[in-house]
C-alpha cells in the first residue's frame, strides 16, 4: 500500500467521523463548530478569542463569527478583563453550560458507537499512530 492509498483512506475516514459527530449532535439541534466553542469555552474559561480560535482549530475571524452568533443565542458572554479593560473574556453562561454538558455526553456517545468495532490494543495503536502524525504540530489542549 503507498502512502497516497494511506491518506486516500484516512480522508474518507475522517469524512465518516465528521459526519456521524454532525448527525448526532444535530439531534442536539447543535452544529460540531458551535458546540465545540461552548464545551472550550466551559472547559477553560475565562479564555480570549485568540486562545479559544487556537484550541478548536479554526481560524480567528471564523472563531468570532461563531461567538457572535452565540453570545445572540445567550450562550457565551463577553466581560472585559479585570487586569486589562481593553481585553475581552468569554464566559459560558448558565444555559451554555448545561448545554456543553449535554453536547459533550452526545460527543462521547457517538465516539462510543464509532469506535465499538476496535479493540482496547487497536484503540491505542490507532491514538500512538495519530500522536505520531501530528507531532510537528502546535499542541493544542486535550479534549
Keep these: 500500500m503507498t502512502a497516497a492509498q494511506v491518506a486516500d483512506e484516512f480522508s474518507r475516514t475522517a ?3 465528521v459526519r456521524h459527530f454532525n448527525e448526532r449532535l444535530g439531534e442536539h439541534g447543535v452544529s460540531t463548530p458551535r458546540s465545540r466553542l461552548v464545551v472550550e469555552v466551559a472547559r477553560s474559561q475565562p479564555v480570549r478569542l485568540t486562545e479559544l480560535a487556537l484550541a478548536v482549530g479554526i481560524a480567528q475571524g471564523t472563531a ?14 463577553r466581560q472585559a478583563s ?16 448545561a448545554l456543553a454538558q449535554e453536547w459533550t455526553a452526545g460527543y462521547e456517545r457517538a465516539a462510543e458507537e464509532l469506535f465499538k468495532p476496535l479493540t482496547a490494543e487497536q484503540l491505542s495503536a490507532l491514538v500512538d499512530i495519530l500522536r505520531t502524525l501530528s507531532a510537528d504540530e502546535a499542541p493544542t489542549a486535550d479534549r
Design 82 to 97: 479585570a487586569d486589562d479593560r481593553r481585553s475581552v473574556l468569554l464566559h459560558v453562561t448558565e444555559q451554555g453550560a
Design 64 to 77: 468570532s463569527t461563531l461567538v457572535d452568533a452565540l453570545v445572540r443565542d445567550g450562550l457565551l458572554e
Design 15 to 17: 469524512k465518516v467521523l
